[in-house]
């Protein structure tokens, strides 16, 4: 390291690795086409080629690798949701995640804060109490606490009772995180495509082409690009916000709004604020980043929309009740805003699995919570594509849940939590 | 500020009104429970032109937008009355399917 850093200063030429081998022609056929190239459609390669050694893939992507929500996400990482299902599935990610600067031997900056997930009424503090007992029989580390013990852990909150909503306690989550998004997309990435899986950046896929189609969903044989076409033998579909559009492409109808959320940072501060703040009645939320910004964000947009614009709306009511947390941030300057268009479910559970095409699956109705969710959707994919067997921690999330009436109700810990 | 233009009240901030999503066409009441699951939980969620229900809360007052999902800009709006002429009576024997017109939404 320290002879590195000698020889590279003094040389001009500093050894930059290309993670990414240049583009190239798309090929002809492959055994499996990945249609999104975020963090969900990365690490299903990345899980196909290491532990199923299937390599003949392409992850395609209408933009830039990874430009989607894993961009734009404010990066909580954390498993003390209230539905059993919800609670196996982001305890297994969260587990992946704690090993993923290893796997990759590059630093996501995996940061573990304590999560606090506020409560400012007798009904909230039922629902935290609610999913601490669901959490707990799972073992995840997951409490009750009063608002002495918040004042405790996280003196920087104003817990006064002058304000218009008290805190009265929270939910305790030892375990919550923040890591670098974009470091875990280039680290799934990079791994994958060092085993051989290509990645096709600015390639939109407009079309599938399928056989069999008699009053059936029929088979999968091919996806069409702005590039040409190409023959598969399965795809999946992983594209956040435009889920909808891709799906309409095999006739197959969603209970999924594309709805815009937005999220800003303030100005680089020294660190002062550890913890993970989260308000479920004051829709606001509120890190501090390795590099000092304050992260913050809030609830979906109003109204749906395909677009990414920000509005000053939003940045209003969010201000309105941080202040009420953090009342000295009064004076502090915003640096960034932006907004991911988000594929919201009405049960605010994912939709995993099968379709009703053959060899088509999808991964979608990851809202405003599907970061957190990435190495266990890419790495349950990947099971799910190499052994054509849907896993049991999948199998919950069909979309046939909603015919069935068997939906999840995940929205106690899913709207606003992230 | 976006401004929505109310068919009872005039030009309005956006912020007053709650959005109630697309609107969908009722089935008829003796349809199979895999046709009501779709008009409960399944979305157009369409990129372009739509035409959707909004709620003007100080006054207890429901209209329909035209927007366009992808410019941002709402086209235009009117009374759900011009929409949806008649009631569905959830009380009497299954109706007869209302072919393309729009039935009240409950
Ligand atoms: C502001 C904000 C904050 C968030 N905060 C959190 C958080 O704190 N914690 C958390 O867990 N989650 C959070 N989320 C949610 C999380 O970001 C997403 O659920 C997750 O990143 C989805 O990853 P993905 O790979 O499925 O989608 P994306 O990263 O959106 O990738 C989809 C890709 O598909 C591509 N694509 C679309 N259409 C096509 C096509 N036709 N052909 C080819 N490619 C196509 C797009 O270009 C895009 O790159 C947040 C989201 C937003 C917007």
Known sequence: ?418 | MKILTCPLNGPRNISEFVWGGEVKIHPPLDCTDEEWAAYAALENNTAGVVREWWYHVPTAYWIIAERDTVKDVILRTYPARELFKDRVDYDAPAAPAAGDTPRETP
Not at chain 1, 67 to 88: D, K
Not at chain 1, 109 to 127: K, M, N, V
């Open chain 1, 1 to 418: 390291m320290v002879f590195a850093l000698l020889k590279y200063g003094l040389s001009k030429h500093y050894p930059a690795k290309h993670q990414f081998p240049r583009p190239r022609e798309l090929k002809k056929s492959y055994d499996v086409v990945i249609i999104g190239g975020g963090g969900h459609g990365l690490a299903t390669a990345f899980y196909l080629a290491r532990d199923w050694g299937i390599t003949n893939v392409a992850v395609l992507d209408k933009g830039y690798l990874a430009g989607g929500n894993t961009a734009r996400n404010t990066a909580i990482i954390r498993s003390n949701y209230l539905t059993p299902e919800g609670v196996r599935f982001y305890d297994e990610s969260v587990r992946l995640y704690q090993d993923l600067s290893n796997d990759f031997d590059l630093n996501i900056l995996y940061s573990e804060r304590g999560h606090l997930t506020l409560a400012h009424t007798d009904s909230a503090i039922r629902t935290m109490r609610w999913r601490a007992e669901v959490n707990k029989h799972f073992g995840i580390n997951s409490e009750l606490v009063l608002v002495d013990d918040v004042k405790r852990l996280c003196p920087q909150l104003d817990c006064s009772d002058t304000v218009r909503y008290p805190v009265l306690g929270a939910l305790y989550h030892a375990p919550g995180s923040i890591a670098r998004h974009d470091a875990v997309a280039w680290g799934y990435g990079a791994g994958a495509a060092m085993r051989g899986v290509e990645i096709h950046q600015r390639t939109e896929v407009i079309g599938i082409e399928r056989e069999g189609v008699n009053g059936t969903g029929g088979k999968v044989t091919g996806v069409v690009t702005n590039r040409g076409t190409i023959k598969c033998g399965k795809v999946i579909q992983a594209v956040a916000g435009a889920t909808t559009r891709v799906a309409d492409m095999i006739g197959l109808k969603l209970p999924i709004r594309t709805i815009p959320l937005q999220a800003c940072v303030s100005q680089p501060l020294k660190p002062f604020l550890d913890k993970i703040i989260v308000s479920g009645s004051l829709h606001v939320y509120i890190s501090q980043s390795s590099r000092g910004e304050l992260v913050m964000g809030g609830s979906t947009d109003p109204y749906a929309l395909y677009g990414t614009r920000s509005t000053l709306d939003f940045k209003e009511g969010l201000m309105m009740h941080m202040l009420e947390l953090f009342p000295y941030l009064a004076e502090v300057k915003l640096l960034r805003q932006w907004a991911g268009m988000t594929d919201m479910t009405p049960d605010f559970a994912p939709i995993m699995g099968e379709t009703h095409v053959q060899n088509y699956y999808i991964d979608a109705g990851w809202g405003t919570w599907g970061f957190k969710a990435t190495p266990v959707c890419g790495k349950r994919n990947a099971e799910m594509l190499a052994t054509g067997q849907v896993p049991d921690l999948i199998k919950p999330f069909t979309y046939r849940r909603f015919p069935e009436f068997r939906q999840l109700g995940e929205k106690g810990a899913a709207s606003v939590g992230h």
